[in-house]
Each structure stands twice: as C-alpha cells, then as structure tokens.
C-alpha cells in the first residue's frame, strides 16, 4: 500500500534523474496530469495514465483532485502507485493535493517522495546566476500572494524567487528593479520554444524570475 510522489524536473527530459526513473519503472502504475510537461517526460520510458485535474473554479478543482484522488488509491490499495509531476512533488506541486486525498481514502498508505530539480534551480544553471553564498538568504514567493508580499521579501532576502507571476510578469519585473535588483527571467526551461528574455507583457504561467543582490567580490564564509 504505496504512492510515490516523482518530480521529473521543469521540462528538460535529461533532468529526469536515475532515482526517479528507476522508480518510475517499479511502480505498479503511473498517474501522470493529463495536460502539461510532466506526460512529455513520462511517456518517454513508461506507459502512464492521464488524469484531468482542471484548472477551473475551486469546485470544479476539488471534484477532480477527488476523483484522480480515487483512480489512484484503487492501485495504492494493493500495489505501488506513482504520480509523475514537474519540478519536485514538495514545492507547489499537485501531488500534495493528490496525497492528502489518497491519505483519507486509505489512512495506513505509505507515501513517500523522489525529489526532482526545480525551474529555480534549472535557471540558475542556464543563466549563470548564484542562488545563495555565504550567509545570503533566499526566499520563494508565489506571486499569487499578492504584490505586497513580495515587495517585502524583496526588502528582506538577499535572494528571491518568483514563482506563478508570468500572468503579471510587469508588476512583477517592476518591484524586482524597483528594489535595485536586475531580474533573471526564464519561462518553458529546457524546452524547444524556451527563452531567457523577459516578454514586454504576460507571460506563461508556469514563468520564473530570480532577483540575486548586488554583489561585490567574493562572498563570506561558507
């Protein structure tokens, strides 16, 4: 009685990583978002099963996550079942609405977590651009937080990641400079139509901006 719950990356299928491809193939069955990267990837090495989550009113939401919730607790019951989804399953992912649903279906279900590299870490890499040294702190904000939030951890972080802002991508870019900072921008990482230049307008949703400080020299102590 097992979910796994598999990150496999922002969309470079080389991101996949050997744990989770061993894990993939282990499974009993894997559940994949019926629209989106995460099937691109998966389909590749494993026949999988599509699940329609919507992206439609909270209703609507709940009523799909209950039903894919239910399809894949069918397999958790006697087996392994894994649900693929894109960056890792611990960081704003679907999978822990799946989980919690799985867990009031069956409450003995073990479930457990292959993590996967993230659209902040894959841009990082593809820009050039350090996260975090010395004693810098990083911050991830979820710019459906509301622009105020932000702007605060902008005053407050050495670093910050903006996650779910493409949709306002000039308000977003706007506090970023607005800060003295230079934005990193990267939307559909290590696909065929990616890009690292900003749009002048929205963006896709699935968009990440980093905010690095200003650095002069070497940074501190490690």
């Known amino acids: 009685m097992r979910l ?16 989770a491809l061993r894990t993939l193939k282990e499974a009993d069955q894997v559940f994949v978002p019926s629209l989106g990267r995460a099937a691109e990837i998966v389909s ?20 799909h996550w209950d039903r894919g919730g239910a399809a894949i ?34 409450p003995d279900v073990t479930i457990e977590t292959v993590p996967g ?14 996260l ?25 972080f050495d670093t910050v990641i903006v996650y779910k802002g493409g949709r306002h991508l000039p308000q977003v870019l706007e506090a970023v400079r607005d800060a003295d900072r230079e934005p990193v921008y990267g939307e559909e990482l290590g696909r065929a ?19 690095p400080p200003r650095r002069e020299g070497r940074g501190g102590r490690l």
């Open 4 to 19: 796994i719950g598999i990150g496999v990356g922002p969309g470079d299928p080389e991101h996949l990583t050997l744990k």
């Open 73 to 106: 607790a069918e397999v958790a019951r006697t087996g392994t079942a894994a649900f693929a989804t894109i960056g890792d399953p611990n960081v704003y992912s679907t999978f822990t609405y799946i989980a919690h649903t799985v867990r009031a279906l069956l």
């Open 132 to 156: 975090a040294e010395g004693e810098e702190r990083l911050a991830l904000v979820p710019y459906t937080a509301g622009d105020e939030k932000l702007r605060e951890a902008l005053q407050s």
């Open 193 to 211: 139509n990616q890009t690292l230049t900003a749009p002048d307008g929205r963006a896709p949703y699935f968009s990440t901006v980093i905010a």
């Open 44 to 63: 590749a090495h494993v026949e999988c099963t599509p699940l329609d989550f919507g992206m439609g009113d909270a209703a609507s939401r709940d009523e």
């Open 117 to 130: 590299i993230t659209a902040m870490q894959d841009l990082a890499a593809r820009s050039g651009t350090v």
